[in-house]
């Protein structure tokens, strides 16, 4: 691929502010911690509800009831670490006697170093996708250390897109910039790229087929996509590295009259919230993020909802392409949507604040069961009446793998090798058992051959398999009867005890082995769980 002269010396660039530049950039100032007493979290929580039970009402729906602790915690520990539980957690879980300890472990959670490493992929995910792109001019790896570092630091979510949309420099220097870099190939940026995915990430609206014709099933126009674009027109990549010094004007090629157009900057709605003065991209930032622009909060509120049950809060509609704010047709959702946008806005743009008042609703705290004789209620949940059941993502299924067999808490306190172990196993499992890539929260369907790599695949055959390494081996030495070996392993692999039926079936299988054979029993149990559907699921 030919890259122009000005990327090959900027590159040498580029690999030394990597080392210094970004290591030594001032930290960021410490916001508070999340703490079990969010801030007023509750009158938020009460508005939403109320919502959701007029919406139970108007559809003749019951709610389920609430999910028991274990099945919650469950939930939350897949939800922002990506992994079940280990053992010491939920041990210490249940030695937890506070009547509010779900709270608490959902401000541990947020506090930890994991919430912000997960969700940063999560949300690199949206922001820039999975492909690595140009490395001579895209790092993102640096974009999602960046976007954690920001998570941990509780740094205000418009400003972290203000800094993606307009920041200039160098992407190793400056990892913001990867949202940019991204789109450089063929020696030019993508500036149609640039404005498809700064709208579907930022303000959840799929816009790209106006991109060649007025779209057909809503109200934006190809003139208003080519205005967004222009927003990207004067980017450039310099030897100082991305700015907006570009001296052509941004130009398109009419498909009917092949002549060329020149489009100036423009906005689709809100004209009056974009700036008079300042570059393209800062301009484009500020209406981006604008107090008013009630599109961007519901944008990051409908994606959070979306990695917090595993599917967004209006279900039938992909993540990024939320309805009008005003369109009457959602005006149930909308109204939920607008309840946690509004505190969202009111509290400083808050991710973490954000995800505590979802996690503690009571929307994410009922079954997943549909009340018996319940009219109208279905597994889907689509009013949240119930617990949605949806598939895991394919890195929450490797992870709670990896937990399961660990026992205890892996972390960035774990050893280096077993950091670098699990980041290598979730990488290859994740390859073969296929990555949805950026549509992560659209409908999962599962297909024999991952059925087959997770029943036959090496990384199975490792994490069961008797040895002093895995829970297995450890399990059947420690526990001090059959019985409480079967009960850690559905711990460990399910987060909850077995049933009195599966507790004898189990029990008698490993009673029945020698002592020699003990370990092997207790593998192919952790191996059943491992292959069950209810490991596989969120519920």
């Not at 992994?83 to 959902?106: A, G, K, M, Q």
């Not at 990051?300 to 979306?306: A, E, F, H, L």
């Not at 709670?400 to 892996?410: C, F, P, V, Y």
Request: proline share 6%; net charge negative; with cysteine.
């Amino acid at each position: 691929m030919r890259l122009p002269t000005v990327v090959a010396p900027l590159a040498v660039v580029a690999a030394v502010l990597g080392v210094t530049g970004y290591a030594v950039q001032p930290p960021l100032p410490d916001r508070p911690l999340v703490s079990a007493d969010t801030g007023g979290t509750a009158s938020t929580i009460e508005r939403l509800e109320g919502l959701l039970a007029k919406s139970w009402s108007a559809h003749g729906l019951t709610a389920a009831a609430p999910a028991d602790d274990l099945t919650v915690l469950r939930r939350l520990t897949l939800a922002l670490a990506g992994t079940v539980p280990s053992l010491e957690e939920i041990r210490r879980f249940e030695n937890d006697t506070r009547p509010d300890r779900l709270s608490h472990w959902t401000a541990q959670l947020l506090n930890d170093v994991r919430f912000a490493d997960y969700f940063s992929e999560r949300l690199a995910r949206a922001f820039v996708g999975v492909d690595g792109g140009q490395f001579i001019v895209f790092r993102r790896d640096r974009f999602t250390a960046w976007l954690s570092e920001q998570l941990k630091k509780r740094r205000p979510y418009d400003e972290m897109v203000r800094d993606m949309i307009a920041t200039d420099g160098v992407w190793t220097d400056k990892p913001a910039v990867n949202f940019i870099s991204a789109a450089y190939a063929n020696d030019a940026f993508d500036e149609n790229k640039l404005a498809g995915r700064a709208v579907r990430a930022f303000l959840g609206q799929r816009i790209d087929c106006a991109q060649c014709h007025d779209h057909p099933f809503a109200h934006w126009k190809q003139s208003e996509f080519e205005g967004l674009a222009a927003c990207f027109g004067k980017t450039r990549m310099s030897i100082v590295g991305v700015d907006d010094g570009r001296k052509t004007p941004f130009e398109i090629e009419d498909r009917k009259t092949l002549e060329k157009r020149v489009i100036e900057p423009a906005v689709p709605f809100g004209a009056e919230w974009l700036p008079a003065d300042g570059s393209p991209r800062k301009r484009l930032a500020a209406w981006v993020t604008h107090p008013d622009n009630r599109r961007f909060d519901r944008a990051i509120v409908n994606r959070v909802w979306g990695l917090m049950f595993g599917r967004p809060l209006i279900a039938d509609r992909p993540v990024d392409d939320l309805p009008d704010p005003d369109d009457p047709a959602f005006n149930e959702q909308n109204a939920v949507l607008d309840v946690l946008a509004d505190d969202f806005r009111r509290h400083g743009r808050d991710l973490r604040r954000l995800v505590a008042v979802v996690a503690g609703s009571s929307a994410f705290r009922v079954d997943s069961r549909v009340p018996e004789n319940a009219s109208g209620s279905t597994a889907g949940g689509c009013h949240w009446e119930v617990f949605p059941l949806v598939r895991l993502r394919p890195e929450q299924v490797v992870g709670s793998m990896l937990q399961a067999a660990s026992i205890r808490t892996i972390d960035r306190n774990s050893h280096l090798f077993t950091r670098a172990l699990r980041f290598f196993r979730e990488r290859d499992f994740v390859e073969d058992f296929g990555d949805p890539g950026e549509n992560e929260l659209g409908e999962r369907v599962g297909t024999v051959p991952q059925a087959l790599l997770r029943m036959n695949g090496e990384l199975q055959k490792d994490l069961t398999e008797p040895n002093p390494f895995n829970a297995t081996t450890r399990i059947a030495n420690s526990a001090p009867d059959p019985a409480s070996c079967v009960e850690v392993a559905y711990l460990i692999c399910l987060t909850r005890r077995p049933t009195t039926e599966e507790s004898e079936f189990f029990t008698n299988r490993i009673s029945e082995a020698s002592s020699k054979k003990r370990d092997e029993a207790v593998a192919d149990l952790i191996w059943t769980l491992f292959n069950s559907t209810e490991f596989s699921w969120n519920h």
